[in-house]
């Protein structure tokens, strides 16, 4: 089986930083591109960024552009997500998501337990 581990969340003031990692782990598994989403209480999860595998390709929500940064190390299949000039908005659950194919199971979802940012004002 495959787990997705997110780490590096944490509590901080509007306008710091906070780096986020989701390590992908198991045995033989195939993955295109990993994301980052969000759920912040009260609301629907949001997706954050995702970046390709291949590559490097990235993307991001509106939301995040210029302040948050999706990168990868391939050998460790691992994604960070670099925030910067938090925003009390930001502040949410972090979860990292990614389609995997496993020889047992085929393609599916995969998502981690999520990581808690809090942005204080």
């Known amino acids: 089986q495959v787990q997705l581990v997110e780490s590096g969340g944490g509590l901080v003031q509007a306008g710091g930083s906070l780096r986020l990692s989701c390590a992908a782990s198991?045995?033989?598994?195939?993955?295109?591109?990993m994301a980052w989403f969000r759920q912040a209480p009260g609301k629907e999860r949001e997706f954050v960024a995702a970046?390709?595998?291949?590559?490097?390709?990235?993307l991001y929500a509106d939301s995040v552009k210029g302040r948050f940064t999706i990168s990868r190390d391939n050998a460790k299949n691992t994604v960070y997500l670099q925030m910067n000039s938090l925003k009390p908005e930001d502040t949410a659950v972090y979860v990292c998501?990614?389609?995997?194919?496993?020889?047992?199971?085929?393609?599916?979802?995969?998502w981690g337990r999520g990581t808690q940012v809090t942005v204080s004002a």
């Open positions: 970046i390709w595998w291949s590559g490097g390709s990235t």
């Open positions: 198991g045995r033989t598994f195939s993955s295109s591109a």
């Open positions: 998501s990614a389609p995997i194919l496993t020889s047992d199971d085929g393609w599916n979802v995969y």
